[in-house]
């Protein structure tokens, strides 16, 4: 009996049982589809490294013989070291793309993972193994011969394997701005293929269970190397970047379906709390027949159970098999895994539970309340609440207001609960779409703020690292341009430290230096300029003192920081040339910009880049982030009508007497419509003023915790905020509109009869 009453309410009520299960599911879909990208990436990158046993740190150097070599061995805080000679060498086929070729005395360290072919024989002198997308690209195959070029030297070698290195989830050559494997790839060889017996071997791989820092400090009172470069591996180029574009997507997908949750449990407490308490009477009907509280309990605490369980499952299913499976073509077009697969994390069940045990626990409580009494007093109406007159009520005002705001004002009064949840759940809605707008913009501005407001060159020549100061200085001359350095540099302050970049440059006008608004700001010609990004992260300002040092050399430098500027992508420290000579660092240019159109090539030039190839770069670079912005906005949206379609039906099932009554005492239906829909929106309006500061200051956190490389700026702009205001202000009167609809429906006798059941 209790069964078939259960689908006799829901028949009746279908579209406020329909709003939980579409909540619970749109919920727990793009909490655990989001969330399951960004953590099957991490748990897929980690195995990678875990099973090829990534180095935890390198150390580059010019002299790494066998007596460093034993030194480091000798350490108690080394496990494992191996030593390589990487070289960067061209192969002889059409484009001229760079491989990296690594002479490896053994492959136990950062272990090159064979997937076609053999695996690496050491004492094979004429193979070679081959990065498998750039023999993809080439049409490589085993078997296959291969000759690159180095230092006049042609090394002839044969194909005998194809892989994936942990040191190249990401990889990017000089010649391009974002990976090409037409362009670059890696190569692995055995130390008995090198042309001669004594190889200088530049790179040492070590394993140790000593943090980075405590690890060269040993390093340094043991070994003594001067002039390297130490590298940990969170600041490995590969790992550095790859983790950069995680924590973007962990960030992304895990504060915004937060406040999904937040929204969703608020709304499915008040439906399932409001949907009981209407069936006060009819409990009071079963305990006369003999139904027992604890059998009522059961029955009605399965209304949630039953479409949060099936929403919360299907939405968890669905979304971690689907969601993240948008995304990876993108991903996998820039960074290279051995597999793409979604990951699965114990928080997304227990969301769902969370989402589960609320509903059944404020329907346990709802329900407890009502059953405790007795039959005789549960059938009996619940006695009106009785509010006194206001302060407004009381003024001069009160009596110049017409019925209509009258009316309203004393209805919110009365339902002061369901007048809060439907103000909370538009500040919800308001802030969900203002993070999802407002991560649109910061990704948008990032690009209008980098290739429009600071950078104004037209061409971008890289230099060659070998490039002669003299051809550095003809080829500037020749297309009138201005020499950029930019180098790696080490960077602490307040016992943390950063991998960021030195920027060398005087004055000109193809760059304009910004400040957090993107106004154009002028840096100090004889002072040391930090990115606002590196000040937050070391917890310095304007004034403070930061210690830096380039990498591979030993000297730290101590700067007091003169200005704070702001950057989308390149943080770190800005100075001008002249400041460079003064601190004794050798100026070497990196690149040179220019105003003109530049083509053709130049002695010294490896690459050169438009401004469209940069833009275009840029966009490549952030398909999967404005991806996922999009799915977060789409459900934005809807989760937004689905509340506010379920808040509409609930405060028009609680007022359907008083409209009843209403229209007992001869008001129009037109009249009563214009009174309902007037207070909705009157509570949106509050709503979304309260929602869009809270909006902007939610989307902060948010856009500061995406990791150490873009800076997004975050100012309030008023087409975000209008498309907001339209969303909520237009879903509120749609959903009103259509509910008032049902003001003409109303059968007074019926609604009427309603007061006394």
Known sequence: MLIRKMLRDMKEHKMQFISIFLMSFLTLMIYAGVGAEATGIQQTVDSFYQDNNMA?????????????????KNMDSTDDVERQLVISTTAEMDSNPTVKLHYIESNKISKYQAVEGQNINLDDEDG???DKRFADA????????ITLKYNGLNIEKTIRGLGYSPE????????????????QGFAYASYKAYPTDNIPYTTLLIKTKDTPEKYQGKLDDNVKLKNYTFLPFKDHTSVLQFQSEIDQHKMLGSMFPVIFVVVALLTLITTMTRIVSHQRTQIGTLKALGFSNKSLIYHFISYGLYLTVAGSVLGLVIGVNSLPYLFYPSMSSFYTLPVWKSGFDISFVYVALLLI??????????????????PAETLEPKPPKISGNSILEKTVIWKKLGFNARW??????????????TVVSIIGCTILLISAFGMSDGMNDLKTWQYGTINHYETQLIIEENATIAQVDDVTKKVNGTQIMTKPIEIRANDIKKTVNLNVYNDTSLITPTDEKMKAMKLPHDGVTLTRKTAEILGVDKG???QWRLYGEDKWINSIIDEINADPSNQGITISQDKSDKLDINFTPTMIVTRNAVNGSYDGISAIFTIDDLQKSWDDMMESGNLLIAILLIFALLLSIVMLYGLGILSFTEVEIDLATLKVLGFTSGIIRRMFLAQHIFLASIGFILGVPLGYKVLRVIMDSSGDTFYYPINYNLPTIMITFVCVIGLTIVVNLLLSRKIKEIDMVESLKKSRE
């Open 56 to 72: 935890d740190i390198w150390v580059y150097s010019d002299n790494i013989n066998n007596t460093t070599l034993d030194k480091i």
């Open 357 to 374: 045990v609320i509903s059944v626990l404020f329907t346990y409580l709802s329900t407890k309340n009502i059953v405790r009494q007795t």
């Open 138 to 145: 080439h049409n490589l195959k085993i078997g296959d011969n």
């Open 544 to 546: 403070d003192s930061i």
């Open 168 to 183: 190249y989830v990401y990889e990017q050559s000089d010649e391009s701005i974002i990976p090409d494997f037409k362009l």
């Open 408 to 421: 309203n004002i004393r209805d919110i009064k009365r339902n002061k609960i369901r007048s809060l949840v």
């Open 128 to 130: 070679i193994w081959m």
